[in-house]
């Protein structure tokens, strides 16, 4: 299961080097596909059963979890590395028949506000060449992150309005783990998402959930409101903004900002966002695919 190689010094600022290409490197997802689904409890029947493709294909969002394993195999992030930004478009449905071949490059490394932070990009293509997605993650080393107290730095709470039937999901550890288990920290002992006691070290009050899994969230209710359009054409532009804690209870809703003429079709963009039980945002951000025009 581990994608990095053990002994490896774990990635820093300085070590990054800019714009070299990585890879080819292979997600293993045939071996993950069936844990993260459970991770997520994401039910729908194309992701399991025959697709409008033949095959079940995957959920779009797991080319997230894919470009951190990725870069867990370039050197591990050190523990409590925080993904902060995550960026997602779709050129093909994510066949679960087929391979998942990443390339990739660090397109940026950065000090701002007195902390450190870099992006990396990856397309992934199958094992014919066809690209199937990209994403980009950008996150912020632990040396440089303090844990947030929002009495001390409150967060203004914008009105939102859900236009959607919401999706709602209590994290448990089992689920949490199960999510990250194949992580190189998970791998080591060394985990805020699977480890308790490594959280409460690092300042928090429990184990930490990965932002990604708010993004399963909504890229499932995209799934159900845009179907092909989403599997096949989704982007997805996520800020993770607030921490969720084992124990918390998320829901995902969406309101329609606009609609782009895109060709033949129409691309439908939505005002996307993950709240906890408390009604305060996690994860904000913008989603969208296709249907077709008229």
């Not at 844990?35 to 095959?55: C, Q, V």
């Not at 409150?154 to 919401?166: A, D, I, S, V, Y």
Request: glycine share 8%.
């Amino acid at each position: 299961m581990a994608s990095y190689h053990r002994g490896v010094t774990d990635l820093s600022h300085r070590s990054i080097e800019m714009n070299r290409e990585y890879g080819p490197w292979e997600y293993p997802w045939r071996e993950r596909i069936e844990r993260y689904l459970e991770a997520t409890e994401n039910g729908f029947p194309w992701h399991h059963d025959r697709s409008p493709w033949g095959p079940p294909v995957a959920p779009p969002a797991i080319l997230g979890n894919a470009t951190l394993r990725f870069i867990d195999s370039i050197a591990p992030v050190p523990p409590g590395t925080l993904h902060v930004k995550q960026e997602l478009e779709i050129t093909n449905a994510l066949r679960r028949d087929r391979e998942l071949i990443g390339y990739g490059s660090f397109l940026d490394k950065y000090e701002r506000r007195g902390r450190r932070w870099f992006v990396f990009s990856a397309r992934f293509r199958d094992g014919s060449g066809l690209l199937l997605g990209r994403s980009t993650v950008t996150m912020a080393f632990p040396e440089q992150v303090e844990t947030k107290d929002e009495a001390k730095e409150p967060r203004e709470e914008k009105p939102r309005k859900g236009q959607l039937k919401p999706i709602a999901r209590t994290l448990t550890q089992e689920k949490m783990t199960a999510y990250s288990e194949d992580s190189a920290n998970a791998l080591r002992g060394q985990s805020i998402h699977t480890n308790a006691a490594i959280a409460k070290a690092k300042g928090y009050p429990n184990s930490v959930a990965q932002g990604l899994m708010s993004a399963d969230y909504i890229s499932e209710l995209m799934t159900g409101v845009l179907e092909q359009g989403w599997l096949l054409h989704g982007r997805l532009s996520l800020a993770f903004v607030r921490a969720a804690f084992c124990g918390d209870t998320l829901t995902a809703n969406a309101a329609l900002r606009e609609k782009a003429d895109e060709g033949a079709f129409i691309r439908q963009i939505y005002d996307v966002w993950c709240e906890n039980q408390d009604g305060k945002a996690v994860t904000v951000g913008t989603a969208s695919g296709v249907v077709a025009a008229g």
